[in-house]
C-alpha cells in the first residue's frame, strides 16, 4: 500500500504545482497554526473557528492541522497524495461554510463583505494533479517509489533463482 500511496514519477512540472502548492498552503497553516506571517495563531484560529464558523473543535483542529502538516508533506513530497487530499476538502469546506455566498470573485478592492471562490477552486484544481499524478520529480515520495520498485525487482530476482 505505502508504494502505491507513494508512486509517482519524475514529472518536473507535476513537482512545482506540488511545491507551489505546498509552500502556499504551509504559510497558510503556520499562520494559523503558529501566529507566523501575521496570523492569529493556534487559539485565536480555534476560537474563530469554532465560535463564528460553528465547526466542531476537533474539525477546525483538523483543518488547521491539514494545511499546515499538508503543507509541508506537499512541499517536500512526502504522501502528498494523502496532503493534496486533505487540501482539496479544505478547500471544498471552505467554499461552502464561507466563501459560495460572496461569489466567485475575491474582494479585490474591499468594496464588498468577503471574499468570493476563485482562489479555492484554483487551489483544487492543483490538488487534484498531484491527487492523479502523484509527488513528481524532488520529492520523498520519488525515492519512496523508486526503492519499493528496486525492492519489489530484487524479489523477482531471488524467487526465479
Do not use: C
Amino acid at each position: 500500500m505505502l508504494e502505491t500511496l507513494a508512486s509517482t514519477n519524475a514529472d518536473w512540472v507535476v513537482a512545482i504545482v506540488r511545491i507551489v502548492l505546498g509552500l502556499v498552503f504551509f504559510a497558510h497553516g503556520a499562520q494559523k497554526m503558529l501566529g507566523w506571517y501575521g496570523g492569529a495563531g493556534l487559539s485565536h484560529s480555534m476560537q474563530t473557528f469554532t465560535e463564528q464558523l460553528h465547526l466542531p473543535a476537533p474539525l477546525a483542529f483538523l483543518v488547521i492541522a491539514g494545511e499546515f502538516f499538508g503543507g509541508i508533506g506537499l512541499a517536500v513530497g512526502l504522501f502528498s497524495r494523502l496532503a493534496a487530499f486533505g487540501i482539496a476538502l479544505t478547500m471544498v469546506g471552505a467554499i461552502a461554510t464561507v466563501h459560495f455566498r460572496h461569489g466567485l470573485f475575491l474582494n479585490w478592492f474591499g468594496n464588498k463583505e468577503g471574499h468570493g471562490y476563485e482562489y479555492h477552486l484554483l487551489a483544487i484544481a492543483l490538488a487534484l494533479v498531484v491527487i492523479v499524478k502523484g509527488s513528481g520529480a524532488f520529492s520523498v515520495d520519488r525515492l519512496i517509489s523508486q526503492h519499493g520498485a528496486a525492492l519489489e525487482s530484487s524479489q523477482r530476482v531471488a524467487i526465479e533463482k
